[in-house]
């Protein structure tokens, strides 16, 4: 079934159906969910939602935009949420200098002590990088990154990038913008990296994939983007999402 790594169900944009679309989940091919914390109030509402549905695991992290509200009680709090039974990754982390919204430096010194955090929790990290591939990789480099291992995810840079993530043993995590007609970056990415560091994700409600672009997303939108990239591989979406969902495993239960 398909392993969906990357979604925000705690999104205000699914209050009015949340239930009853997470209820439909298993019955339409979606095995497991991983639901990613952003911000300070999806910390404890990814909690609630991994304490309700035995299919969502939890990701504790605070995205780059939001790290103005990091202190040394929320990194505290966040190392309890690290240690709940159902929690399997540190995310989502990272840097983001297309929004720009706290300052570089700032941004910087949480993303490194979140690293410290998944190293010391044992826990993979799902990585935000946005228009800042020089400086993430820089940092993750000199944190010793690949001994912790984890997702970049919505892989949004080039083939070379993409190389020195592969060697370093991260994953790539590759959603809607596959579908895209003018997504030809990511599709020469997701031609030379191997399906064995390959994961699925939505980052919904955002990124809907072709042929429901500009909508409000879901993981039911996985299996397109899953025949998208099975046309690029020269298989069939059924062998995607077996392999795929392996690689989640792998890297997200350590299994
Ligand atoms: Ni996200």
Known sequence: MIFETHAHYD???FDED????????QENGIGRIINVSANLESLENTRK???????????????????????EDVMARMRELCRMEKAVAVGEIGLDYYWDKENHEKQEYWFRRQIALAREEKLPMIIHSREAA???LRVMKEEKSEEIGGVIH????????AEEYLKMGFYLGIGGVLTFKNAKKLKEVA????????VLETD???????????????????????????QIKGITAEEVIAVTEENAKRLLFRA
């Open 154 to 161: 919505c892989f949004s840079y080039s083939v070379e990038m």
């Open 18 to 25: 949340r239930a009853e679309l997470l209820s439909s989940m």
């Open 49 to 71: 939602l991994m304490e309700a549905y035995p299919f969502i695991y939890g990701a504790f992290g605070l995205h780059p935009d939001e790290v103005g509200d990091l202190n």
């Open 191 to 198: 031609a030379i990296a191997p399906l064995s560091q390959i």
């Open 204 to 230: 919904c409600p955002y990124m809907a994939p072709e042929p429901n672009r500009g909508r409000r997303n879901s993981s039911l939108n996985l299996p397109y983007v899953a025949e998208a990239l099975a």
């Open 134 to 136: 020089a400086d993430t």
């Open 11 to 13: 999104d205000e944009k």
